[in-house]
């Protein structure tokens, strides 16, 4: 505990709290009467938050500006580099996607050059030797594999995927997500006069928040 704090004044706090909570285990509202005495209880919880809050106020400011001073100085080294690393990572990907990407065609465009080659070879002995039975019988699938993805030592690539909206008309109910916010911001500013399809309005009292 600092010096700005003094062991007085949380154990002066300590008991208030307690006392707080205490009473709010008793709390129930059954009439009126019982609603008074919980707005009264209310009353004294928050007289408590506010001296709790002005105790700890310049322990809190002097720490915060201590803080916010040296994360400045931190951030002034530490946000280049995580630009620089940021810039590096994206080249890196892009880089590793396009390479895959050509190995990729490169594969497809062997595979259908070294089939159309079978077939030209079969349909040639078929010609030489006017046996054309092995023009109907189905060839065995040829696949030429990729390029393999390139290793780093202390690097490695993950598949990952992203998406873009291209027609908003096709895509899923199950994946046009409800903006509850606005809904609510336009029920507010409408008092709940104005429905919205798909919603229920519902009305209940909130305390008031005061200072």
């Given at each position: 505990?600092?010096?700005?704090?003094?062991?007085?004044?949380?154990?002066?706090?300590?008991?208030?709290?307690?006392?707080?909570?205490?009473?709010?285990?008793?709390?129930?509202?059954?009439?009126?009467?019982?609603?008074?005495?919980?707005?009264?209880?209310?009353?004294?919880?928050?007289?408590?938050?506010?001296?709790?809050?002005?105790?700890?106020?310049?322990?809190?400011?002097?720490?915060?500006?201590?803080?916010k001073?040296?994360?400045?100085?931190?951030?002034?080294?530490?946000?280049?580099?995580?630009?620089?690393?940021?810039?590096?990572?994206k080249?890196?990907?892009?880089?590793?996607?396009?390479?895959?990407?050509?190995?990729?065609?490169?594969?497809?465009?062997?595979?259908?050059?070294?089939?159309?080659?079978?077939?030209?070879?079969?349909?040639?002995r078929?010609?030489?030797?006017?046996?054309?039975?092995?023009?109907?019988?189905?060839?065995?699938?040829?696949?030429?594999?990729?390029?393999?993805?390139?290793?780093?030592?202390g690097?490695?690539?993950?598949?990952?995927?992203?998406?873009?909206?291209?027609?908003?008309?096709?895509?899923?109910?199950?994946?046009?997500?409800?903006?509850?916010?606005?809904?609510?911001?336009?029920?507010?500013?409408?008092?709940?006069?104005e429905?919205?399809?798909?919603?229920?309005?519902?009305?209940?009292?909130?305390?008031?928040?005061?200072?």
């Amino acid at each position: 505990m600092s010096d700005m704090v003094k062991r007085t004044d949380t154990e002066e706090l300590s008991k208030a709290v307690g006392q707080i909570l205490d009473e709010l285990s008793l709390i129930e509202i059954t009439n009126d009467a019982d609603l008074k005495q919980a707005a009264e209880f209310r009353e004294a919880a928050k007289s408590t938050l506010k001296a709790v809050t002005k105790t700890f106020a310049p322990e809190r400011e002097f720490y915060y500006d201590t803080w916010k001073a040296v994360k400045e100085t931190e951030n002034q080294f530490a946000h280049p580099l995580e630009e620089a690393i940021s810039i590096a990572s994206k080249k890196m990907s892009d880089y590793v996607t396009a390479r895959e990407e050509r190995a990729r065609a490169a594969a497809i465009l062997a595979t259908n050059t070294l089939r159309s080659k079978i077939q030209d070879a079969v349909i040639n002995r078929a010609i030489e030797t006017g046996d054309d039975s092995e023009l109907d019988v189905d060839l065995a699938p040829v696949v030429v594999k990729p390029q393999e993805s390139i290793k780093i030592e202390g690097t490695s690539f993950i598949l990952d995927w992203d998406i873009e909206l291209v027609d908003f008309a096709k895509v899923p109910d199950k994946f046009k997500m409800v903006d509850m916010s606005s809904a609510k911001k336009y029920v507010k500013a409408t008092k709940g006069k104005e429905e919205i399809p798909g919603f229920r309005i519902i009305e209940k009292r909130q305390i008031r928040q005061s200072v």
